[in-house]
């Protein structure tokens, strides 16, 4: 990370420093929450958890290495520096926000209800093309990690690519302000966190807060195929550009044809320009994240060219609709989270399948009042997308096998992921193109791993 002394960090953080004086003048080499990841000169900052307390691990890391501590505890008798600060996690996001403005870089900010991580991978892969990338990884997305991330840039990044996740009002607002956008990019308004934001209208509301801090000369693209978006004409004195399948659009996709599981071939058009490209991930749902990170692209100044190879460069993640082939199976991993919108989206995808279609979906989360009839409606997606059977694991999904059976679909319900493990060999024929897909507090991840060493 670049150079940022001791006092810059207090004066940053509206801290007060305690210990030797002389230290204010040196510069720590990196940030964590995590114990478990202090290197020699690391600021570490104690944050109190739901489990774990921070603050019981500060002896451990000064001893580690670390330079000095953020503690919201003062600190009696400490033998080493630190700053103590009202809200490590407030002191965190200020500190990021600081980090930010100090750094010589375009942003891109990703966001909407489904997509964030597929956008985000195919707009890296794109602008790699042409420059020095950093991107979110893993979940960095929220308050926490949103600033982890952005610690990460250094003199080397030309570009950083940055997913915000949001599920209540007011995040978005703190998670820009940190990260001061050059591009804002929405994917679309969904159905997810309905819990706390109540319908798609306070969904656009809170997704548009993204153009809160976004710098005064930012470029701003949506998917114009959303209802909700085509509708925002002008933001702060800028004219969004739209992506879809319209022809009226900045960006736009035509001949669209299936390959299977192995992707999706399309024409897209960019301007004047249009160009080719194999989608090397399947679903249709690729192909708008492919016309953003053209989109994208374009405003970075590659060439038509240069997309196209971003595009087809592309590969999966673990966990985001990533193909993995065994010698029993072919698992189509998405189970690093669900909602309505994404699982029917991922049962396209499994419906694309030369083989057996199988379907093992969990409990979707956040959904709210409504949770019971969008769980069923997923169901009914299953059975009208013709998969062969709908493995349904979990209390909320009970409602999503009685949609898959009342369609007209083969259906099996396990109360738990151990009961349908059991049965795993017994349900599953060699072959099988299997769905693994629930939110992620459900941990199919552990399903996953036991697909990929079944032996049928």
């Not at 966001?111 to 420059?131: D, F, H, W």
């Not at 114009?224 to 085509?230: A, C, R, S």
């Not at 190879?309 to 072919?330: C, F, H, K, Q, Y």
């Amino acid at each position: 990370m670049k150079s940022m002394s001791l006092k810059e960090i207090a004066t940053a953080v509206g801290g007060r420093y305690y210990g030797d004086a002389a230290l204010l003048t040196q510069c720590v080499t990196g940030v964590t929450i995590d114990s478990r990841k202090i290197e020699q000169g690391y600021l570490f900052v104690a944050i109190k958890g739901e489990r774990v307390d921070g603050h019981t691990f500060i002896p451990a890391v000064m001893k580690k290495g670390a330079l000095c501590a953020l503690s919201e505890q003062p600190l009696e008798n400490a033998a080493h520096p630190y700053i103590l600060v009202e809200s490590c996690k407030q002191a965190l996001k200020d500190l990021a926000e600081h980090y930010r403005k100090a750094l010589d870089i375009k942003v891109v900010g990703i966001t909407g209800s489904v997509g964030k991580t597929s956008t985000k991978e195919m707009i890296a892969s794109v602008l790699s093309q042409k420059y020095n990338v950093l991107k979110t990884a893993g979940n960095f997305n929220n308050e926490i990690g949103l600033p982890l991330t952005i610690f990460n840039i250094n003199d080397e990044h030309e570009v950083a690519v940055l997913e915000m996740g949001i599920s209540d009002f007011g995040e978005m607002h703190r998670l820009t302000k940190m990260a001061r956008p050059d591009v804002c990019v929405i994917t679309n308004i969904g159905l997810c966190h309905l819990e706390n934001l109540g319908s798609r209208d306070g969904i656009l509301k809170a997704k548009t807060e993204m153009f809160d801090y976004m710098q005064t000369d930012a470029k701003i693209i949506l998917n114009g195929d959303d209802d909700k978006l085509i509708m925002i004409k002008e933001v702060k004195g800028i004219t969004p550009k739209f992506f879809g399948l319209s022809e009226n659009l900045d960006a736009f996709a035509d001949d669209i044809v299936s390959l299977s599981l192995k992707g999706t071939a399309c024409n897209i058009h960019l301007g004047g320009d249009s160009f080719n490209t194999i989608i090397p991930i399947p679903g249709h749902h690729m192909v708008y994240n492919a016309l953003a990170g053209a989109l994208v692209g374009q405003e970075f100044g590659l060439t038509p060219d240069e997309i196209k190879a971003g595009i087809e460069a592309l590969v999966p993640v673990s966990g985001r609709n990533n193909l993995i082939e065994t010698d029993s199976l072919m698992i189509i991993d998405d189970c690093y989270n669900a909602n309505p919108v994404s699982t029917k989206a991922s049962l396209d995808v499994l419906s694309l399948a030369d083989s057996r279609k199988v379907a093992v979906l969990g409990d979707m989360f956040e959904l709210g009042e409504n949770e019971t009839q969008l769980h069923f409606e997923v169901g009914a997606h299953a059975a009208q997308k013709n998969i062969d059977l709908v493995i349904c694991i979990g209390t909320l999904s009970a409602n999503t096998a009685r949609g898959a059976e009342n369609t007209g679909a083969k259906v099996m319900h396990f109360e738990k992921k151990d009961d349908f493990l059991a049965q795993a060999k017994n349900v599953l024929n060699k072959g099988d193109a299997v769905l693994v897909k629930a939110s992620n507090g459900m941990a199919f991840s552990e399903i996953v791993e036991k697909l990929e060493q079944l032996k049928l």
